[in-house]
């Protein structure tokens, strides 16, 4: 895979990244994170925010959505707290999730709904039709 984009580990940014190809987050980003392509978040990435993009790989950390049209590769060190919506997942022993996981179907919008914290058992997506 080519890298296009690069956020080097002593970046931090404040807003949103899109991008049209592949692209790598070794620093933080306080923001919604958008590709066509692969985004890859590494060991030191902190992302606050949506990330939505065809195929993405994270070994950091993930406070926010992700959204995955083909598919999502979590590492043993990520942590990720909020909701994934992908169709296909791997996740290696010792990564952690502590929030919502939506299995979809490939190219499927799903319409995320808020989850109150009693009706925690309950489905809290639907899909667009």
Known sequence: MTIHSYVGSNTTI???????????????????????????????????????????????????????SDRLEIFESAKIIGTIQVPVLKMEPGAQINGRVIMSRKNEEVELLPQSPEDSSTSAAKPHR
């Open 14 to 68: 404040k807003g949103n990244l899109e991008c049209s190809e592949n692209f790598l987050v070794e620093g933080a980003v306080e923001g919604n994170l958008n590709s066509h392509g692969t985004i890859v978040l590494g060991k030191d990435a902190v992302v606050r925010g949506e990330v939505r993009a065809r195929e993405v790989a994270i070994s950091g950390v993930v406070v926010g959505t992700i959204r995955c």
